[in-house]
């Protein structure tokens, strides 16, 4: 599992892509319209008589064996370039003063090209944070192995190395990286060398129960389902591409996927003790409690934390205390004290 050559060639293109990326998820309208989350399918009951005090409500979670101000992580984005470098300084300041979870954009582009990698140097602006590495699973089957996937894990001095699955992505994706075959084999080896943990993440299309039993079985610590309902990477790559059947391709898949609370009941059901992050069309605190109520440990978001980080280094910060008083009157309201509590009560139903 090594690289038999030299990847320094490709990285102006990378580095394109990941300019693109930013420019058409701030510029562009690339929100999935015809499927959402399925989220809104619940509703929590109310408890007019908590017998709670605000102040003692304890938000605090455990993910990985590491400490959490709050179940959130800001989820993966960017990279690669001057401007990403300056979001992903705001969003890990951010994670660092209240205790959350991070993850950063495929680091395949700094791979590509050594000197970018400061561009995901954020671990002296999250000393104590869980930070998630983060490349392409596709990318076994294109040269990179064991000593690529350590080295942006070093480099990060991560917690985790997250491999993201994005099969329809790559198919809307201009030369997309297309061959995922015998990539399951490949991400077992990776796990049992690795000395870190490995999450398998989708980008939005979501992960079934049967494929994460497939990823359980072959040593993954930690699923992300990123369900659909939020950001269309095929609306992204679509939104992106010069060739009319690229751009096709992205109108006709944009809608494409697994609903993110679809993805994380059926999954808890079959695999009740992983570690289980939802992500894919989160945007505010009762949806991450809602989330956490249908059996999630940990729970992402992405696009509003872009938007803010991309605005100011207070922007982020006033959304953090948005969701954070978001996740506090969910608890309140619902008259549990901590998230135990709302996980194992009947508040949540559906309607």
Request: hydrophobic share 45%; proline share 4%.
């Amino acid at each position: 599992m090594t690289a038999p050559y030299d990847f320094a060639p490709a990285a102006p293109e990378t580095q394109q892509r990941k300019a693109d990326h930013i420019r058409v998820c701030l510029e562009q309208d690339v929100q999935c319209q015809q499927i959402t989350t399925g989220l809104e399918k619940y509703r929590f009951r109310h408890c007019c008589l908590p017998e709670l005090d605000w102040d003692e409500l304890d938000l605090s979670s455990l993910f990985l064996g590491k400490s959490l101000g709050a179940p959130l992580l800001i989820s993966s984005m960017t990279g690669g370039t001057e401007q990403a470098s300056l979001i992903n300084t705001r969003l890990a300041i951010a994670a660092q003063t209240f205790g959350f979870a991070m993850g950063v954009g495929s680091q395949r582009v700094a791979v590509e090209a050594p000197d970018v990698m400061n561009t995901f140097a954020i671990r002296r602006y999250a000393p104590d944070c869980l930070l998630f590495a983060n490349l392409g699973a596709v990318q076994l089957n294109y040269g990179y192995g064991l000593a690529e996937c350590q080295r942006v894990v070093d480099a990060l001095e991560a917690d985790a190395l997250i491999l993201h699955l994005n099969a329809l992505q790559e198919s809307v994706q201009t030369r997309g990286d297309r061959n995922f075959k015998g990539l399951l084999n490949k991400i077992e080896v990776l796990c049992e060398r690795l000395p870190v943990p490995v999450i398998a993440k989708e980008v939005g299309n979501g992960i079934s129960a049967a494929m994460a039993q497939r990823l359980i079985g072959v040593g993954v610590a930690a699923i992300d389902v990123a369900g659909a309902g939020g950001t269309s990477w095929a609306k992204v790559e679509g939104g992106r591409a010069n060739d009319p059947r690229q751009r096709r391709l992205g109108q006709t898949f944009a809608d494409w996927g697994v609903p993110t609370a679809d993805c994380v009941t059926q999954i808890r059901t079959v695999a009740p003790e992983i570690s289980l992050i939802a992500s894919g069309g989160i945007r505010n605190g009762l949806q991450v409690a809602k989330a956490i109520a249908l059996g999630a440990d940990l729970v992402g978001l992405a696009h509003p934390f872009l938007l803010a980080a991309h605005d100011s280094e207070e922007s982020v910060a006033l959304l953090a205390e948005c969701l954070l008083e978001e996740l506090r009157t969910v608890l309140l309201c619902t008259g549990c004290a901590d998230w135990s509590v709302l996980k194992l009560s009947d508040v949540l139903q559906r309607v």
